[in-house]
């Protein structure tokens, strides 16, 4: 059981060029998130999705795109990389949520550290 | 406004002794969830402990135990019997509301040194 999958592991850029982190869970869950990681600020949304073909911003939306075609990937774009973007990004998925019920744990991906130079 | 907050940057605890991070929080919400996530020198995210607002017990899980203060905003994280591997980030979270979505708010997180 593979969880949560992150491609790529790691990717330099240069300002200005596009990518895109691919995110894959084989859990069937029907929440996704991506966040970044960056020194002395914990973790930050970026965007989530709620289900097939829907997404919403996060805390950080601006300089991202994300789609989620296909209910098992979800896809975070950087259309004009800015060093500002350097980061380590973490997609996560969950169960929704249950009222009163359970704690619908994130599981996370193992992080894609990305340098824009 | 900080919604969590974790006050302690680092923190170092000898082997076998018991150490507590500490978590405040901010909320209006009535309902709403605690988390504790290990983030370990390799990276990954490991969920730790939960407590919802509604649990009447304090959560424990093995060495982990969280303190949950409900007037004081509080949801410390006590570890118990501090072993080496227990030598990483952790981070508070929380998710609050019946609002659409099951996103965390993070802290920004406690280095936890353990000494031998």
């Known amino acids: 059981n593979a969880g949560v999958t992150q491609t790529p592991k790691f990717r330099v850029l240069k300002t200005g060029q596009s990518m895109t982190l691919l995110c894959a869970q084989d859990?069937?869950?029907?929440?996704m998130y991506w966040y970044r990681q960056d020194p002395g600020m914990g973790l930050r949304l970026i965007h989530y999705?709620?289900?097939?073909?829907?997404?919403a911003k996060g805390e950080v939306p601006d300089g991202y795109n994300v789609s989620r075609l296909k209910k098992q990937n979800f896809l975070l774009g950087l259309e004009s990389a800015a060093p500002s973007q350097t980061s380590v990004y973490f997609c996560?998925?969950?169960?929704?949520?249950?009222?009163?019920?359970?704690?619908?744990?994130?599981?996370f991906g193992a992080g894609s550290r990305l340098t824009v130079l | 406004a900080q919604k969590i907050t974790q006050t302690q940057p680092g923190m170092f605890v000898q082997e076998k002794e018991a150490v507590t991070l500490d978590c405040t929080y901010d909320?209006?919400?009535?309902?709403?969830?605690l988390f504790w996530y290990k983030q370990p020198s390799s990276g990954e995210m490991i969920f730790l402990i939960y407590?919802?607002?509604?649990?009447?017990q304090n959560a424990t899980e093995g060495r982990y135990s969280l303190n949950f203060q409900k007037a004081r905003k509080s949801a410390n994280l006590v570890i118990s019997a501090s072993q080496l591997g227990d030598s990483a980030m952790y981070f508070c979270?929380?998710?609050?509301?019946?609002?659409?979505?099951?996103?965390?708010?993070f802290g920004a997180g406690t280095i936890l040194r353990v000494k031998s």
């Open positions: 996560a998925s969950s169960y929704p949520r249950q009222l009163h019920a359970g704690a619908n744990v994130l599981t």
């Open positions: 407590q919802g607002s509604y649990d009447e």
């Open positions: 979270a929380m998710r609050e509301g019946r609002g659409y979505g099951n996103k965390l708010v």
């Open positions: 909320t209006s919400d009535q309902s709403y969830g």
């Open positions: 999705s709620v289900g097939e073909g829907t997404t």
């Open positions: 859990m069937n869950h029907e929440y």
